[in-house]
């Protein structure tokens, strides 16, 4: 079975700038989630996406916004990029959502540099 | 918001020996989950625990659920250098949604 497959996997970008990403979960998998991963705040929840709708959302600004397709596929749109926002970008899939096994695979991410 | 102590926050050790670490939270969790990332990568989840008391392996790896509900270790057998990586915790409680809480992390540095 395919992992988890984001794309691009490097992007460069300049402030004020928007960006999309996007990520294909483990085939069945209907719960994706997104995570920004930088050296100082370590892993940080963005959004989780079951069956097209946002069901939880971590404490990021409105300029970070996600959706999720009918075939399960989501992207995550960052508006008027700021400096702060260069991040690895992961995507996490998962068969559940909620309930006891949570079990999250993760892609490879998406490396976000903002010059 | 909820936070999970991971320690130690880096290890430097020799080939061959054993590694432990461990994650401890203010909260109960239901589930914990051991990830190992390596460099440019995301990471790939090595063991995954459901109940308190929970002992799991997973070859050379060994991970416990605390009786608490609070806490979680994570033991390596025998390190070798491919074990070099970053190793997170993360735990999961059914009130949280679909919302994992992650450690900060363990850094693993094994010397051939």
């Known amino acids: 079975k395919a992992g988890v497959t984001q794309t691009p996997r490097y992007l460069i970008k300049t402030r004020g700038q928007q960006v999309t990403l996007s990520c294909s979960p483990i085939?069945?998998?209907?719960?994706v989630s997104w995570y920004q991963q930088t050296p100082g705040q370590g892993l940080q929840f963005l959004f989780e996406y079951f069956s097209e709708t946002q069901r939880n959302k971590g404490n990021f600004p409105g300029r970070f916004s996600g959706r999720q397709f009918s075939n399960s596929r989501s992207e995550m749109n960052v508006s008027t990029l700021e400096l702060g926002d260069s991040a690895l970008y992961l995507c996490?899939?998962?068969?559940?959502?909620?309930?006891?096994?949570?079990?999250?695979?993760f892609g490879p991410g998406t490396r976000l540099t903002v010059l | 918001g909820q936070q999970l102590n991971q320690s130690p926050q880096s290890m430097f050790i020799q080939e061959g020996e054993d590694v432990s670490m461990n994650c401890t939270s203010s909260?109960?969790?239901?589930?914990w989950l051991w990830y190992k990332q390596d460099p440019g990568e995301g990471p790939v989840l090595l063991i995954a625990l459901y109940k308190a008391g929970e002992l799991t392996s997973n070859g050379r790896l060994t991970a416990q659920f605390g009786i608490t509900r609070k806490d979680s270790f994570l033991n390596i057998s025998a390190s070798i250098p491919s074990d070099v990586g970053i190793y997170f915790c993360a735990g999961y409680h059914y009130n949280q949604g679909g919302k994992l809480i992650f450690g900060q992390g363990t850094e693993l540095s094994v010397k051939p």
């Open positions: 085939s069945g998998h209907r719960s």
């Open positions: 996490a899939s998962s068969f559940y959502w909620a309930g006891e096994r949570n079990e999250q695979f």
């Open positions: 909260s109960i969790f239901n589930t």
